[in-house]
Structure formats: structure tokens, C-alpha cells
């Protein structure tokens, strides 16, 4: 594991959330200089905190010399972050009165959530996007129920060469944006964190089938139950945003955060068994380990007896050695593609390569625009020419790297 603890403010920053009524945490602030607090928030904006930070310090000013543009600055990310909490949450219940009306089932995911659920304001743990889970058979119909409510859907979701199956096996959602505000990015998921062509494909029937009744806004809907979102979360931060990325930077402090409320207030509701059983059916055991021993790390957070130990057999060395960032990536568009390839099941190599070198005519025009739309076909000598020019770049720095 990447030693985190070599930044002290990241230190500092994960004891006041762990024990925010420690005298012990006050008592080493008081020794903060002004360059340290401004540090401290720098950070706290950066790793998402900075409202958790705001109500931990906003008690105790008195005792400490906090600077004053500094604490006005913290307050004013807190009252912007709760301002716009409330704004997502007024157009999250619209659409969710939209999809009800029309008898979708919706999931709420991530943050829509665990804001509620978990933190005891839920302006504390700020709203990116608004993420929902829903069958995909109703996909369409909710797409349609929700453009007319100034949605943009993402122009690769209409491309004609993209067939049903394909979306089905190599997407996990739609994305669609509010063109007016406030400004929202809604994500309508099918399955969870990868597509059905990944070796990391989960069974979305086993997240359905642990969904518990829910209301938001007094309108009906559903949650994971605990040891469904755990896997969801750790799955999410670890999967999608460390080893497809290739190091943890993608990972921030507020993740961490959700997954240790989570353990931290429905330990008892968690079936432990259940969860390491389907984390290693779906290939997701070394995630789960990986993500519940850095949130263990920084917070201290109770897990059952020898749970780790039983996590970590038959763990990947590879995903490991990517999440310690000790896998060399090269980050070219060539390099990307391979470890895309790489995490695809075998028989769903073939469509990506015929998807890289023939696009079909809709997306050829829309990424090269040519002046001309009738000498589309043209283009793809361009394509190829700049695909073999990557590879080789490619090949050169892998080259220097081993020199």
C-alpha cells in the first residue's frame, strides 16, 4: 500500500474526520501556523471534505488560531456545497417523480444515497453526478421520459453502428446533461461499474435482489441493502477508478469516507459471508481488499475478526501492483486501449479492434468533422496513420523505459 501518512495535513485530515470530538486532534491544531491551515484546506477541497471540516472546526474557533480569510473561505465552500445540494436534490426529485409516474424501478447509487443515509446533514457529503440503477429493458423509456426536461443525451448513445448488444455488453449507463439550470449530469445505469464484456462483469440481479424500500422526497423507491453497496463502493473506487486508471490518484478521501460510514453504522446489518462470497465470484476480492484496507488505514474502521486475511487469498498481484502504482503506464491512447483489451473477456476482443480501426460513418463524422461530410470514408486512411503514429510513440517509451 502507497504510504498516505508522508503528507501530514492528509494525516491530520483523516484523524479529525475519524474522531472529531478528540481533544487529542484539537490540541495538535492549535500548533497549525497560517501556512499549515491554508494546507489543510487546500487539501480538504481537494480530497471533496471540506464541509465535513467546516462542522468539525466551526465549534471550536476559540481554541485555535485559525486564520480568518482561512475560516471564511472554508465556510463559504460549505454554504456554496449546500447550495448547491439543495438545488440537486429539487431536480433529482423531479426526475424521480417523472420515472415513478411511469413505474421504473430506480435504485438511488452513490452519493443521492449515502448523503442521506449516512451523514447526519446531508449537505456534509457534496452531489457530483446523480446516479440511479434501473433495468435495462426500461432504459429507452426513461430517456425518453426525461429529455423533454432539457436533457442532452451523449452523442455515442444514438450512434446507429452501436447495436442494442453492443451497448448491453460494453456500457454500464446513459449519460445525459441539463442543458439549463442548475446544471446536472444524470447517469442512468444498467449494470454496475463495468460492462457485461469485462472480466469484472458483475451479475446486476444479485445488487437487485438485496434492494431495500426507500423514499426520497416522499417518493417511493429503492437502496442497496449494506453489503451490496460496500462491494458497489469498493468496486467503483477500485475497479473503475484505480485499475482502469492505473493508480490511486482517482481515489478521493470522501470515498473512503462513505465506505467507512457504511462499515462503521451497519456492521450488524452487513451479511460479512455474503459479501466475500460474491465479491470472489465476481472477481472483485481483491478490490474489496484493497479498498477496505485503505479506508481501515485512515480511519481506524472495525471489520470483522481475520476478515482481511480471508479477503486476501487468491488475491491479483497485478491489480495490487497498479493500485501501488508499481506497474509502469505509459499513458498513451495505444497503451489504454491495451489495458482495455486486457480486462475484456476473449470473445469480446474482436469487437473492440474492429471498433478502433472501422468506426462506423456517424462517429467518423462527428470526431473528424470534415468539411466535406461525403469524403468521410477518407478519413480513416487519417485514423489509421495517427493510430500506427501512437503505437509507435508507444513502443518508443516503453523502449526508454526499460533502457
Same mark, same amino acid.
Given at each position: ?94 426526475? *424521480?417523480?417523472?420515472?415513478? +409516474? $411511469?413505474? @421504473?424501478?430506480? !435504485? =438511488?447509487? #452513490? ?5 442521506? &443515509? %449516512? ?111 460496500? *462491494?458497489?463502493?469498493?468496486? +467503483? $473506487?477500485? @475497479?473503475?477508478? !484505480? =485499475?482502469? #486508471? ?5 481515489? &478521493? %478521501? ?123 470514408? =477518407? ?25
Amino acid at each position: 500500500m502507497q504510504n498516505f501518512y508522508a503528507n501530514k495535513y492528509y494525516h491530520d485530515l483523516c484523524s479529525l474526520l475519524a474522531s472529531p470530538a478528540s481533544t487529542e486532534n484539537f490540541a495538535h491544531l492549535k500548533g497549525y501556523t497560517p501556512d499549515d491551515w491554508q494546507e489543510l484546506q487546500a487539501l480538504a477541497i481537494n480530497q471533496r471534505v471540506i464541509s465535513l471540516l467546516y462542522c468539525i472546526l466551526k465549534d471550536h474557533v476559540g481554541e485555535m488560531n485559525i486564520p480568518r480569510d482561512i475560516l471564511q473561505t472554508i465556510r463559504h465552500a460549505h454554504q456554496q456545497q449546500a447550495g448547491r445540494q439543495v438545488a440537486m436534490f429539487h431536480e433529482l426529485g423531479k426526475i *424521480l417523480s417523472v420515472l415513478h +409516474h $411511469a413505474e @421504473i424501478p430506480v !435504485v =438511488l447509487l #452513490k452519493g443521492i444515497d449515502l448523503a442521506n &443515509s %449516512l451523514y447526519p446533514d446531508p449537505s456534509l457529503r457534496p452531489i457530483g453526478d446523480l446516479d440511479v440503477l434501473m433495468p435495462y429493458e426500461r432504459i429507452e423509456e426513461a430517456i425518453a421520459r426525461i429529455l423533454p426536461m432539457d436533457y442532452q443525451l451523449e452523442f455515442s448513445w444514438s450512434m446507429p453502428e452501436i447495436r442494442k448488444g453492443q451497448k448491453e455488453a460494453f456500457y454500464t449507463e446513459a449519460n445525459l446533461d441539463k442543458q439549463s439550470k442548475p446544471y446536472a449530469h444524470l447517469e442512468l445505469h444498467w449494470r454496475l461499474v463495468t460492462g457485461r464484456a469485462s472480466r469484472y462483469a458483475a451479475d446486476p440481479e444479485w445488487f437487485w435482489q438485496g434492494a431495500r424500500p426507500a423514499a426520497f422526497e416522499h417518493i417511493p423507491c429503492l437502496v442497496l441493502s449494506p453489503e451490496r453497496n460496500a *462491494l458497489y463502493l469498493a468496486g +467503483h $473506487a477500485a @475497479i473503475k477508478h !484505480v =485499475l482502469f #486508471k492505473h493508480g490511486q490518484g482517482g481515489v &478521493s %478521501l470522501m470515498w473512503y469516507y462513505d465506505l467507512h460510514l457504511l462499515l462503521t453504522q451497519k456492521t450488524d446489518e452487513i451479511d460479512w459471508d455474503e459479501l466475500l462470497t460474491a465479491a470472489r465470484r465476481f472477481g472483485w476480492n481483491t478490490a474489496l481488499y484493497l479498498a477496505l484496507t485503505e479506508t481501515q488505514q485512515r480511519f481506524g474502521t472495525p471489520l470483522p475478526d481475520a476478515y482481511l486475511s480471508r479477503l486476501q487469498s487468491g488475491n491479483s498481484r497485478r491489480e495490487i501492483a497498479l493500485w501501488n502504482g508499481e506497474v509502469k503506464h505509459l499513458r498513451t491512447r495505444s497503451s489504454d486501449s491495451m489495458e482495455d483489451f486486457r480486462f475484456l473477456k476473449p470473445r469480446m476482443k474482436w469487437w473492440l479492434v474492429r471498433a478502433l480501426i472501422f468506426p462506423g460513418k456517424a462517429y467518423m463524422l462527428h470526431r473528424y468533422q470534415p468539411k466535406k461530410p461525403g469524403l468521410w470514408p =477518407l478519413y480513416y486512411f487519417y485514423r489509421w496513420y495517427d493510430i500506427a503514429t501512437d503505437l509507435l510513440g508507444s513502443v518508443k517509451k516503453r523502449l526508454l523505459n526499460t533502457a
